[in-house]
């Protein structure tokens, strides 16, 4: 059994234009420090971890159904789909 502390601290940011590629960067941080009840046994950690992300859509690749925004087209689209059913 162990007993511990840590602390942990995660920024993230992302933007979304329409017609340029999405964008994200996250930041987490963070440390621990633990012992085994019992031993002397002691223990700690420590992490830093960055993220980056980034997409985009290329024309006729993505599947219309589903990667279009909720147009009158799509709806068409989606209709013709379910009445073929």
Known sequence: MTH???NVL???WSENLPDKPSVSVGYQMGN??????????Q???DF???NLHSAYRVADFAN???AAPLTGERKD???KLQTAE
């Open 64 to 66: 219309p159904v589903f």
């Open 48 to 50: 830093h971890s960055l």
């Open 77 to 79: 689209t989606l209709r």
């Open 43 to 45: 223990g700690n950690n």
């Open 10 to 12: 995660g920024i993230n």
């Open 32 to 41: 621990s420090a633990y012992s085994v009840y019992g031993t002397n046994d």
């Open 4 to 6: 511990g502390n840590n």
